[in-house]
């Protein structure tokens, strides 16, 4: 079946445009999950939607980062006036979040190149 | 917060060796360790995980065992080969009040033919 796709694959920006990042989770998953990677490092939590409660942005660096989720599906990450330290991978994940422990599917990413 | 410490940053063995990964987590509360595997250019594959109502479990060449006494907990490989080359990330959540993993900082294993 299929799963989470990540658009685009590959983003590259000047310094000080906005960009979209979108995320398609595995249809029925409720949770989905933004983190960022960032060259040689971990995965950085950013934001968490589950169905129709608040999201949890407590990870946001900044309040150049938002993001949204749709209808319940698909979800955009948006980062306003880019700076080069905002280049890493994006990573998106979305999970069935039924219970206490749920696998969280990962898409293969976006790599962001702010120059 | 939950912290999670990862070691080795990088690990080169020879095919055939055995490998092992090693982190620890801060929050005494938390209690479900997943590992997850990444190739290169790719997302995060889930590989392996343990809760912590159990100390050891095992999935053919892969095997996790925890120490809640001492919040530590580990991943194994035997008869690595090749395509075990990748970089492992663990986790820690605490279920009761997080929903969000939070992940070690990665180990890129290489498997040397």
């Known amino acids: 079946g299929a799963g989470v796709s990540q658009s685009p694959s590959n983003k590259v920006t000047e310094k000080g445009k906005d960009v979209e990042l979108r995320c398609d989770p595995i249809?029925?998953?409720?949770?989905l999950y933004w983190y960022r990677q960032s060259l040689g490092q971990g995965l950085e939590f950013l934001i968490y939607?589950?169905?129709?409660?608040?999201?949890?942005k407590s990870g946001l660096p900044s309040d150049r980062f938002s993001a949204e989720r749709t209808g319940g599906s698909v979800s955009t990450l948006t980062i306003q006036r880019t700076q080069q330290e905002d280049s890493a991978v994006y990573l998106c994940?979305?999970?069935?979040?039924?219970?206490?422990?749920?696998?969280?599917?990962f898409g293969p990413g976006t790599r962001l190149t702010v120059l | 917060g939950e912290n999670v410490e990862q070691h080795p940053s990088t690990l080169s063995v020879q095919e055939g060796d055995s490998a092992v990964i090693k982190c620890t987590y801060s929050?005494?509360?938390?209690?479900?360790f997943p590992w997850y595997k990444q190739e290169l250019g790719k997302g995060p594959q889930l590989i392996i995980d343990i809760r912590s109502n159990v100390g050891e479990k095992k999935d053919q060449r892969i095997a996790v065992t925890l120490n809640k006494t001492a919040k530590h907990f580990s991943l194994h490989i035997t008869e690595t080969q090749p395509e075990d080359s990748a970089v492992y990330f663990c986790?820690?959540?605490?279920?009761?009040?997080?929903?969000?993993?939070?992940f070690g900082s990665g180990t890129q294993l290489t498997v040397l033919p």
């Open positions: 939607f589950q169905g129709n409660s608040a999201p949890d």
């Open positions: 929050d005494s509360a938390s209690n479900y």
């Open positions: 249809s029925g998953h409720t949770a």
């Open positions: 986790a820690a959540l605490n279920s009761g009040s997080a929903r969000q993993l939070t």
């Open positions: 994940a979305s999970s069935l979040n039924r219970g206490s422990y749920n696998e969280q599917f």
